[in-house]
Nanobody, 115 residues
Framework: VQLVESGGGVVQSGGSLKLSCAAS????????MKWVRQAPGKGLEWVAT????????FYGDFVKGRFTISRDDAKNMLYLQMNNLKPEDTAVYYC?????????RGQGTQVTVSS
């Protein structure tokens, strides 16, 4: 299992970023996928999950309509479109399979939102 995140960067408050995750080594289309994040000095926080069918998506309460999770099974890619970013969104973002206790996670991509 390999997961490679990209697309992070530094953005001003109110800005947008689109994160990508390239997946390989497993049947991507058969798996629910998720994004999680880790802010400095804090634990992992769930951001969003997308069902294998690509129709059902679920978000953490803090998202409040700002983020959209999506997938492209033909390319084995997972995405997170983030709009109206806030300084509190600053974190390392990871993609992962939405499996309990799944040990696999990418190296993450840093998102920094300046005020």
């Amino acid at each position: 299992v390999q997961l490679v995140e990209s697309g992070g960067g530094v953005v001003q408050s109110g800005g947008s970023l689109k994160l990508s995750c390239a997946a390989s080594g497993f049947d991507f289309s058969a798996h629910q996928m998720k994004w999680v994040r880790q802010a400095p000095g804090k634990g992992l926080e769930w951001v969003a999950t997308i069902w294998a069918d690509g129709v059902d998506m679920f978000y953490g309460d803090f998202v409040k309509g700002r983020f959209t999770i999506s997938r492209d099974d033909a390319k084995n890619m997972l995405y997170l479109q983030m709009n109206n970013l806030k300084p509190e969104d600053t974190a390392v973002y990871y993609c992962a399979r939405a499996i309990a206790n799944d040990p696999y996670r990418g190296q993450g991509t840093q998102v920094t939102v300046s005020s």
